[in-house]
């Protein structure tokens, strides 16, 4: 719904169609939910790769590459329950029913989490969910 950039079509048509006071939108409240996780395969594919490039040790590029590869968020895999270090945090919590375009903009999310499982935390995972009610 967010990642896709679906919300605004949502939106769009919830004000252009819906009716007033009676009309059932769905679905009707999403969220956007976090948690730290372990992703060594993602990892050595992206960084661990400059090690041995056919051959070729390149390892000197590695900091280079953290740089770069961490200052562009959005890759989208899916990773897998086990991998999360932590209990996945909601926050964003939107009611499709009042949510308006200029909240979607600049949003900020303060946050916190307790390491509660063994591992090397390699990403923040991020997903949404939707429900119908």
């Given at each position: 719904?967010?990642?896709?950039?679906?919300?605004?079509?949502?939106?769009?048509?919830?004000?252009?169609?819906?009716?007033?006071?009676s009309?059932?939108?769905?679905?009707s409240h999403?969220?956007?939910?976090?948690?730290?996780?372990?992703?060594?395969?993602?990892?050595?594919?992206n960084?661990?790769?400059?090690?041995?490039?056919?051959?070729?040790?390149?390892?000197?590029?590695?900091?280079?590459?953290?740089?770069?590869f961490?200052?562009?968020?959005?890759?989208?895999?899916?990773?897998?329950?086990?991998?999360?270090?932590?209990?996945p945090?909601?926050v964003?919590l939107?009611?499709?029913?009042?949510?308006?375009?200029?909240?979607?903009?600049?949003?900020?999310?303060?946050?916190?989490?307790?390491?509660?499982?063994?591992?090397?935390?390699?990403?923040?995972?991020?997903?949404?969910?939707?429900?119908?009610?």
């Open positions: 719904l967010v990642a896709e950039a679906m919300l605004d079509a949502v939106l769009y048509a919830r004000d252009r169609y819906l009716r007033p006071k009309g059932i939108l769905m679905p999403g969220r956007v939910v976090i948690a730290p996780a372990t992703d060594p395969e993602f990892w050595s594919e960084i661990g790769f400059w090690k041995n490039v056919h051959g070729v040790d390149m390892s000197s590029l590695i900091k280079l590459a953290k740089e770069e961490l200052r562009k968020p959005g890759h989208t895999r899916y990773i897998k329950a086990d991998a999360l270090l932590a209990t945090t909601p964003w939107l009611d499709l029913y009042e949510t308006k375009q200029e909240h979607m903009e600049h949003q900020r999310f303060p946050f916190d989490f307790t390491i509660d499982k063994k591992g090397t935390l390699h990403c923040m995972a991020a997903w949404f969910d939707v429900a119908f009610a």
